[in-house]
């Protein structure tokens, strides 16, 4: 692969702090124009795989190219919007005051932060102490410093948090309109979630490894998890209904049954057999949770 | 590169007057100077020399004490303070060398810095002038006093950067830019004193103490105020040790140390991962 397909490579990279391995054996690629969401429970290794391709954290063994320079080089650094996962600024300065000075280091003109600043929608704010800002005030204003100039990379660590649900949903139009642009990003998270599940391509990390990297479909099909069948019985029913189907028992009256997409209708064609002794069915498919809980090695709850 | 420590200086400098570190460092230094002045002023007739005179020496003893400690609290802070408040990690992820964003910290510092000192001990001096008189000698002396004082608060910004990116947090380096003062500021001259009680008049005292103190950049700061001004060396009774150094020897040494310790605050500040 040339550099022209991979915006962001990273190849068997290691970490360790101390004697605890953090990262082993990551090899992730992003394309120009690709969102990945890089997906792990809290210690999984994100955001220190996150500091390692900022240059902040120097990797153990492995390579890290951005743009196809060494990381923390000042062309990577060029090439790289970050949002931290903790947005932190100072207090006195206001809004603006801050993105100005990131646009001066970015190199670009300082006319460019009024626009930024209402397209993250803080036009309002701009002019107040970011003391007094909310957090979700902070991870906007995070974000606009993120979309100073035309970067090939972007690295937004858990961008969601702290945001509400409408901010979510501009959180990835955003997304989708910097991936238009042709950045290449990586998003970190600690769920799946509908949001999540928008982006091209899901890498999911469990104790510092890589156990999945692939679309949310391919995901989906290789862990071929049952749809899961809830009956209600008849009152009195419910024995003979777990006598014939098998299954558990979940409460006095209902009782659950794990399938596989092939298994279904058969199953289906059982359970109307059965007529009068069951009273409703439900039929859950594998949820989002679902699907990440069998990558991180975690039964269905 | 100039756009980018602007930009921090900017940025810096700013919040150095938003937190009231200028107006607080400034009302300090106008203070301890014009209560020295006039604290001081009583011994003028006796030695035949104008109350600026006097008040330059007094202000000498002060600088020595209140110019590094200055520097070192606006300092400390800078690069611990912001790792731990989580602001630095960000900024490093600009096209940003360290040495940059230091020498930004640096420029916006000694401006504060400088406001302080020149506000400071340039009222008192004036107060003095207007009270008791002053000669030419005398003002010279004072524009010296003013520039070297900016010299030390220098070597201290830097030091204070070492303390700052040697330690982990904003607390630890608070304790090492307190220890910085205490050792270079007070313990040092105590050590040489004590060295000079013991050699009582030797070789020690004649050719290895004056480097010594010309070394520390307190003492060359006193140094090259007392031994340039004749009339200061007088009123401070300091004239001794100067007088066994080439003139260069405390100059040398006040300009090389806030260039080495920014040397290596940088090379410190290149390990630190936020
Ligand atoms: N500077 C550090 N020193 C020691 N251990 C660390 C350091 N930073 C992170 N870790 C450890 O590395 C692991 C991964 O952390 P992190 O990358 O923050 O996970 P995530 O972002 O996926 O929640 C955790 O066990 C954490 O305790
Ligand atoms: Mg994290």
Redo the contacts with the bound molecule.
Sequence with gaps: MTDRDTALAIAGLD?S??R?Q??GGITLNVAPGERVALL????????????MILGL?RPGAGSIRVAGNAPGSAAARAATAYLP?QVAFHRSLTGREQLTMFARLAGEHPKTVAPLLERVGLALAADGRIGTYSKGMRQRLGLAQALLGRRRVALL??PTSGLDPISRHDLYAVIDEMAANGTALLI?S?ALTELEARTDRIAI?AK?RLVADDSLGNLARAAALPTRIRLTAREGAAEAVQAELGGRRVNGRAVELDCTTEQKMAQLARISGLGEAVRDVEMVPPSLEDLYRHYCGENRQ | MITRIMAIAATEFRIQTRNRWLASATVLMTLFALALTFAGSAPTGSLGVDLLTVSVASMTTLAVYLAPFLALMIAFDAIAGEAERGTLGLTLTYPLSRGEMLLGKFAAHLAVLAIAIALGLGSAGVAAWLAGGAGPASVQALARLIATAILLGACFLALGYVASALSGSGAGAAGLAVALWLVLVVLYDLGLLGALVMDAGGGFTKHVFPWLLALNPADAFRLWNVSAAQEVALVSGMAGAGEALPGWAAPLSLLLWPVLALALARTVFERV?P
């Design positions: 970490k702090f101390g605890t953090v990262l792990g429970h809290n210690g999984a290794g994100k955001s220190t795989l996150i500091k954290i996962e660590d858990e970190a600690h990390m510092g | 991962e």
